[in-house]
C-alpha cells in the first residue's frame, strides 16, 4: 500500500499518521452528536476527547511495550529495555486495546474528579465515536501494512509489495494474506452501527457505554484468527490461541458485563 503518503523536504508524512488524525476528528464530531441528544455540551466533550486521545496514544505504546519485554528474547516482537526509546518503538503505532484500557481509566478519573459531564450519559455519547475512529485508525493499519493477516489463497487476499511496509511493521512482501485490517475496520463500523441503533432504545443510562466492551471484545477475539504479526504477543499461559488481543478482548467483556449489571440496577430516568 502506501506507508508514506508524500514528504515535506525530508520529513515524510505517513498515511497510518494522518488516517488516526481523521478517525480522531471524525469520532469527536460523532461523539458531540450523540452528546446533543443527552444535552452535552460540545465544548465539555472535545476537552475530554482531547485528553482520551493523549492517554490512547501512551496506552497503544505501553501495552506494546509491556508485551515486547515479556515476550521471550529471539520470537517475534520481543524487547529489551534499551528497545524503549529506540525510533522504531516511538513510530511504531502500539496496540489499540491498550489505549483503550487508557482512556478508559482516564474517562472515569476526569469525570469522577467532576468535569461537568455526567457519568453514564458521557460515556454512552463517546463510545459510537470510539468505534468510528479505530474503523478509520484501521484504514491506516492498511495503508502502512500492519496488524497484517496470515497467507491465504481466497480471492479477496491482499499482496503487499512496497519495502517500507517491511521495513516498518515486517509486513511479509509478495505473499497473499488476510486483508485483516480491513476486517477490523468493518467490524468497527458494525460495532458503531449497532450502538446507533441500541442508542435509540437504551433502557439505561450507561447502556451503550457497557454494549461497546461486549461488542468490541467478542469482535477483536473473531477476528484475531486472521491475524499473522506474531509480535502482537502470542501463546500467553501456554495457550497457543490466546494472543495479546484475545486476553484484552475478554477483559473487555468481563467489563461490559459487570458494568451491564452495576448500571441497570440503578436506573435514572432516561432522556430519549
Known amino acids: 500500500m502506501h506507508p508514506i503518503l508524500f514528504q515535506i523536504g525530508q520529513f515524510p508524512v505517513g498515511t497510518y499518521g494522518l488516517l488516526l488524525a481523521l478517525g480522531f476528528f471524525g ?26 486521545l493523549v492517554a490512547a496514544i501512551l496506552g497503544s505504546k505501553l501495552l506494546m511495550i509491556i508485551v515486547g519485554l515479556f515476550t521471550p528474547a529471539g520470537q517475534d516482537g520481543a524487547m529489551s529495555f534499551r528497545d524503549i526509546f529506540t525510533l522504531s518503538t516511538l513510530r511504531a503505532g502500539g496496540a489499540i486495546h491498550g489505549g483503550i484500557i487508557a482512556a478508559t481509566l482516564v474517562f ?19 463510545v459510537p465515536g470510539v468505534a468510528l475512529g479505530q474503523a478509520i485508525g484501521r ?16 480471492p479477496w487476499a491482499v499482496t503487499f509489495t512496497n ?49 461497546y466492551f461486549l461488542i468490541e471484545g467478542l469482535g477483536r477475539i473473531i477476528t484475531e484468527t486472521w491475524r499473522g504479526d506474531g509480535d502482537r504477543g502470542t501463546g500467553w499461559l501456554g ?22 449489571l452495576a448500571w441497570s440496577r440503578r436506573r435514572p430516568a432516561v432522556a430519549q
Open 163 to 211: 519495502p517500507v511496509a517491511q521495513a516498518f511493521s515486517g509486513t511479509p512482501l509478495d505473499v497473499p494474506l488476510h486483508p485483516v485490517q480491513l476486517y477490523n475496520c468493518f467490524e468497527n463500523l458494525l460495532v458503531m452501527t449497532i450502538l446507533l441503533i441500541a442508542r435509540k432504545r437504551r433502557g439505561f443510562e450507561g447502556q451503550i457505554f457497557a454494549l
Open 108 to 126: 472515569f478519573w476526569k469525570l469522577r474528579k467532576g468535569q461537568g459531564l455526567p457519568l453514564r450519559v458521557t460515556g454512552d455519547a463517546l
Open 239 to 260: 495457550w497457543a490461541w490466546l494472543s495479546t488481543g484475545r486476553a484484552t478482548g475478554l477483559a473487555f467483556m468481563l467489563l461490559g458485563a459487570g458494568i451491564w
Open 139 to 154: 484504514l491506516g493499519c492498511f495503508s502502512a501494512g500492519c496488524c497484517y493477516g496470515t497467507e491465504t489463497h481466497l
Open 27 to 52: 469520532g469527536t464530531a460523532l461523539a458531540q452528536r450523540q452528546g446533543k441528544l443527552d444535552g452535552l455540551k460540545p465544548a465539555a466533550i472535545t476537552d475530554l476527547a482531547i485528553a482520551i
